[in-house]
T-cell receptor
Framework: DAKTTQPPSMDCAEGRAANLPCNHS???????VYWYRQIHSQGPQYIIH???NNETNEMASLIITEDRKSSTLILPHATLRDTAVYYC???????????FGDGTTLTVKP | GAVVSQHPSRVICKSGTSVKIECRSL??????MFWYRQFPKQSLMLMAT?????????EQGVEKDKFLINHASLTLSTLTVTSAHPEDSSFYIC???????????FGDGTRLSIL
């Protein structure tokens, strides 16, 4: 699986958009980008995933660059409950496992 | 949809005890399940991957005789920590996936404390 690089921490004001970047410059053509988050002392929660096109669901939007070497997770209106560690993972469908890096700790401030 | 139930949520037991943790996919069939361990202020560490009806594949450094994994059905996997010792105290998290390209869905974790 391709390695990902994320900033260790970010702050965001409540009500503003949170934009979390992920670099995956060695991504292969068949590897998907997945985003998860983990709120303190809970199991991770799936947020969104995509292959090439931008994706949007009720939680977030995923913007993948044309060369697929980086992506951005957008939480359009961050709330205090969005404070969590956000993990970006790239994985091919045939690969058995997902390896978690250190993620980005997002702190939403009032 | 895509709910994974894990229990117990917390276990406190004496050293030498064996502890079983269950992971169930409630509304989908999980062809693959994963077990992770997480120490305080660290990321998730994959322990093993299991496919229904097959033996689990353990990550390097994880003792398969100590951490017994069974994935006997498409909705249930169990992790048994045998003869647990204080160093096995950790947060254990399972996840399940239906098809290869689908995302993993996680349980709420089990906090294991060995006295």
């Amino acid at each position: 699986d391709a390695k990902t690089t994320q900033p260790p921490s970010m702050d965001c004001a409540e009500g503003r958009a949170a934009n979390l970047p992920c670099n995956h410059s060695t991504i292969s053509g068949n590897e998907y980008v997945y985003w998860y988050r983990q709120i303190h002392s809970q199991g991770p929660q799936y947020i969104i995933h995509g292959l090439k096109n931008n994706e949007t669901n009720e939680m977030a939007s995923l913007i993948i660059t044309e060369d697929r070497k980086s992506s951005t997770l957008i939480l359009p209106h961050a709330t205090l409950r969005d404070t969590a560690v956000y993990y970006c993972i790239v994985r091919a469908p045939g690969a058995g496992k997902s390896t978690f890096g250190d993620g980005t700790t997002l702190t939403v401030k009032p | 949809g895509a709910v994974v139930s894990q229990h117990p949520s917390r276990v406190i037991c004496k050293s030498g005890t064996s502890v079983k943790i269950e992971c169930r996919s409630l509304d989908f069939q999980a062809t693959t399940m994963f077990w992770y361990r997480q120490f305080p202020k660290q990321s998730l560490m994959l322990m093993a991957t299991s496919n229904e009806g097959s033996k689990a594949t353990y990550e390097q450094g994880v003792e398969k005789d100590k951490f017994l994994i069974n994935h006997a059905s498409l909705t249930l996997s169990t992790l048994t920590v045998t003869s647990a010792h204080p160093e096995d105290s950790s947060f254990y998290i399972c996840s399940a996936r239906s098809w290869a390209s689908q995302p993993q869905h996680f349980g709420d974790g089990t906090r294991l404390s060995i006295l």
